[in-house]
């Protein structure tokens, strides 16, 4: 049928393409393969006596209705910013760090509910990868996480010591620069000090480095814009949580099930759970130690954010019993 050419098949894959929020792996246009590796000309020359009902115009129109009931993965079906504002709204986002813009927080007015839904925008997995329980459990993983970082709490704090998150956006008093000197991929630039910054508190330069790189600043030569442009910050956290650090899984996996352990993982009892996201970023120091206080800390984040978010926290919140990377 004449309704059905070749023309109007292209304009209607790119329509609909272009309306899909696709993830920038998956950003390929679907009719690229038919229009550059066979032409209509070409399809009639191949098929020089078939039957009427294998038109070229027929083949475009299956492969059309094959590609639209495709079931997508989470990360190019749904736009990057749809799943957070859904997950966490300004106001429970306001509810969940309830003092970071108290007088008392150096950062103050710093992290806003805004420069985080941007932020998200440049790792689309996060908080929309697995049902919804699963998702907003990793985003409560992840703000509690950054929140231990950051806080600013104490044990008699107003409304408890789990509602100081984000108050801090640059180490206080740091006592080195933190520049590995032995790292020759990533060299420390004169004069610049790689010290805790932003909600996961960024350090040393073999992180500012390749962090930088992937999200577009020079983190050697600019570490300072980390703790001067909000969402750059909540940038450098996401690329952090997203981004697997071997032999270390990335956060995101580990949270959203994508990750099996390794025999040595499970020789060392990393299993599953906020535990091993705890000992991905900091296990050097605080796992393996029962009771410590540090974990302690993210793990009372943790069940607060959990309860906000109306989720469960899932099995091996703790790392006391798991060897470091």
């Known amino acids: 049928m004449a309704l059905f050419s070749f023309s109007s098949l292209c304009l209607t894959i790119f329509v609909i393409y272009s309306s899909l929020s696709l993830s ?54 749904v736009s990057p910013i749809a799943p957070i504002s859904s997950l966490i709204s300004k106001t429970l986002f306001d509810s969940i760090f ?16 805004e420069s985080f839904v941007e932020a998200t925008s440049s790792f689309p997995a996060f908080g929309s990868t697995g049902c919804s329980a699963t998702r907003k459990r990793e985003v409560a993983a992840f ?8 806080t600013g709490g104490w044990a008699t704090a107003p409304d408890g010591p789990y509602a100081w998150g984000l108050c801090f956006k640059e180490e206080v008093s740091p006592q080195s620069d933190y ?44 570490p300072d814009i980390v703790s001067n442009n909000s969402v750059i910050a909540f940038k450098t956290a996401l690329w952090f949580w997203m981004t697997e650090q071997k032999p270390k899984p990335s956060c ?9 352990p390794t025999a ?30 540090r974990v302690n800390d993210r793990i009372g984040y943790f069940q607060r954010y959990a309860k906000l978010f109306n989720v469960d926290t899932g099995p ?7 060897k470091s990377f």
């Not at 590796?37 to 083949?59: P, R, Y």
């Not at 703000?143 to 950051?150: G, K, M, N, V, Y």
């Not at 995101?252 to 099996?260: E, I, K, P, Q």
């Not at 091996?316 to 798991?322: F, G, I, K, P």
Request: with cysteine; glycine share 8%; hydrophobic share 35%.
């Open 252 to 260: 995101h996996n580990v949270m959203v099930g994508n990750y099996v």
């Open 316 to 322: 091996n919140l703790d790392c006391a019993y798991q």
């Open 98 to 113: 309830l003092h970071k813009d108290d007088n008392a927080c150096p950062a103050r007015n710093f992290y806003t509910y």
């Open 24 to 77: 920038a792996e998956s950003r390929v246009s679907p009719i690229a393969p038919i229009s550059s590796l066979i032409s209509k000309t070409l399809f009639d020359s191949i098929f020089l006596h078939k039957m009427a009902l294998f038109s070229f115009s027929s083949l475009c129109l299956t492969i059309f209705v094959i590609y639209s009931s495709l079931s997508l993965s989470a990360e190019s079906r």
């Open 179 to 222: 520049c590995d000197s032995s790292n020759k991929e990533w060299p420390c630039y004169p004069g610049k000090s790689y010290n805790g910054r932003g909600p996961i508190q960024l350090s040393w330069n073999y992180n500012y480095g390749p962090a930088g790189k992937a999200l577009g600043f020079d983190g050697l030569k600019n």
């Open 143 to 150: 703000l509690a996480q950054i929140s231990h970082e950051t």
């Open 264 to 293: 040595s993982d499970r020789a060392a009892n990393r299993t599953l759970g906020f535990g091993l996201v705890t000992n991905i970023i900091n296990g050097g120091l605080e796992c393996g130690v029962p009771d410590d206080a």
